[in-house]
């Protein structure tokens, strides 16, 4: 399995639009690339060779759509048995998935959320549990942005750290979804980020997003970062420390160097954040 460094890891989701782009690329223009394995599996000719190009290029992560961990259905064992072989054969270094669920009779083709309660904490770390058997190694799940809320009897950050603590997996904090929610919901995204336990951050996300109003946010990926999803990344990183951190962008596609201008900005935030904590920890040792 390859890896990725914690320290300068910036990547882009791997998207059919953008793939002409891709291949042209210069190598080491990203540390990774992000791919959706629900939507490759099983996938030939032109657009199968040309993900296989890239794969030997860059080191390939995956972030699943589908698995619907907190479905009520039985988890989907081919889905898992043949995204397992789409890991092994593209030697995929992290794999991720959405703290959410997505299907009931059938795929609902959206991340919906999960009541915040201790019943679905119990139900949603045991169906992670069964996944990281099945696919042989540790995942990371993802805080996903939501409009409308089911029953809460926890706030949502205690809950995702209890999942993670009853299921024993990591998070992938996608920092732009954590944003629009404090946004829609009326929380402070700081305080989120104190309350989150500090060693199950393994991964983040950032995107865009679109300013339905000045208390409504909408999850679109479809535009640049913005200022504040920036300061919180920044936030993030000096809470937890430099992880693998990926730029989403699934349509509305600008020229590759607009995207590579924001992955590199990705880097130079690392770099810069990673030079402190060595400091700090020479500071200490001293």
């Given at each position: 399995?390859?890896?990725?460094?914690?320290?300068t890891?910036?990547g882009?989701?791997?998207?059919r639009?953008?793939?002409?782009?891709l291949?042209?690329?210069?190598?080491g223009?990203?540390?990774?690339?992000?791919?959706?394995?629900?939507?490759?599996?099983?996938?030939?000719?032109?657009?199968?060779?040309?993900?296989?190009?890239?794969?030997?290029?860059?080191?390939?992560?995956a972030?699943?759509?589908?698995?619907?961990?907190?479905?009520?259905?039985?988890?989907?064992?081919?889905?898992?048995?043949?995204?397992r072989?789409?890991n092994?054969?593209?030697d995929?270094?992290l794999?991720?998935e959405?703290?959410?669920?997505?299907?009931?009779?059938?795929?609902l083709?959206?991340?919906m959320?999960?009541?915040?309660?201790?019943?679905?904490?119990?139900?949603v770390?045991s169906?992670?549990?069964?996944?990281?058997d099945?696919l042989g190694?540790?995942?990371?799940?993802?805080?996903?942005?939501?409009y409308?809320?089911?029953?809460?009897?926890?706030?949502e950050?205690?809950?995702?750290?209890?999942?993670?603590?009853e299921a024993?997996t990591d998070?992938l904090?996608?920092v732009?979804?954590?944003y629009?929610?404090?946004?829609?919901?009326?929380?402070?995204?700081?305080?989120?980020?104190?309350?989150?336990?500090?060693?199950?951050?393994?991964?983040?996300?950032?995107?865009?997003?679109?300013?339905?109003?000045?208390?409504?946010k909408?999850?679109?990926?479809?535009a640049?970062?913005?200022?504040?999803?920036?300061?919180?990344?920044?936030?993030a990183?000096?809470?937890?420390?430099?992880?693998?951190?990926?730029?989403?962008?699934?349509?509305?596609f600008?020229?590759?160097?607009e995207?590579l201008?924001?992955?590199?900005?990705?880097?130079m935030?690392?770099?810069?954040?990673?030079d402190?904590?060595r400091?700090?920890?020479?500071?200490?040792?001293?």
């Amino acid at each position: 399995m390859r890896t990725i460094g914690s320290t300068t890891s910036a990547g882009l989701g791997l998207r059919r639009g953008l793939l002409p782009q891709l291949l042209a690329m210069k190598d080491g223009a990203v540390d990774f690339l992000e791919v959706a394995p629900d939507n490759w599996i099983g996938v030939g000719g032109q657009f199968g060779e040309q993900l296989t190009q890239l794969s030997a290029r860059f080191p390939i992560t995956a972030h699943g759509l589908s698995l619907s961990l907190g479905g009520a259905e039985p988890l989907d064992m081919e889905l898992l048995r043949r995204t397992r072989e789409f890991n092994d054969r593209f030697d995929v270094a992290l794999y991720s998935e959405h703290l959410s669920y997505t299907s009931d009779e059938g795929q609902l083709y959206d991340l919906m959320p999960i009541p915040f309660t201790e019943e679905a904490i119990r139900h949603v770390a045991s169906r992670i549990r069964q996944v990281q058997d099945v696919l042989g190694r540790r995942i990371a799940v993802e805080n996903v942005s939501y409009y409308a809320a089911p029953y809460q009897a926890l706030a949502e950050v205690d809950f995702i750290s209890a999942v993670l603590s009853e299921a024993d997996t990591d998070l992938l904090l996608d920092v732009n979804n954590l944003y629009v929610n404090s946004i829609n919901h009326g929380y402070d995204a700081e305080d989120f980020l104190a309350r989150l336990p500090a060693g199950r951050v393994t991964q983040y996300h950032i995107a865009g997003h679109y300013d339905e109003d000045i208390d409504l946010k909408v999850d679109t990926h479809g535009a640049p970062v913005k200022p504040d999803v920036w300061a919180l990344l920044a936030s993030a990183y000096r809470r937890f420390g430099v992880r693998p951190t990926l730029l989403e962008r699934d349509f509305n596609f600008p020229p590759l160097k607009e995207l590579l201008e924001e992955t590199g900005r990705i880097r130079m935030m690392q770099a810069a954040y990673a030079d402190r904590a060595r400091l700090l920890e020479q500071s200490r040792a001293a």
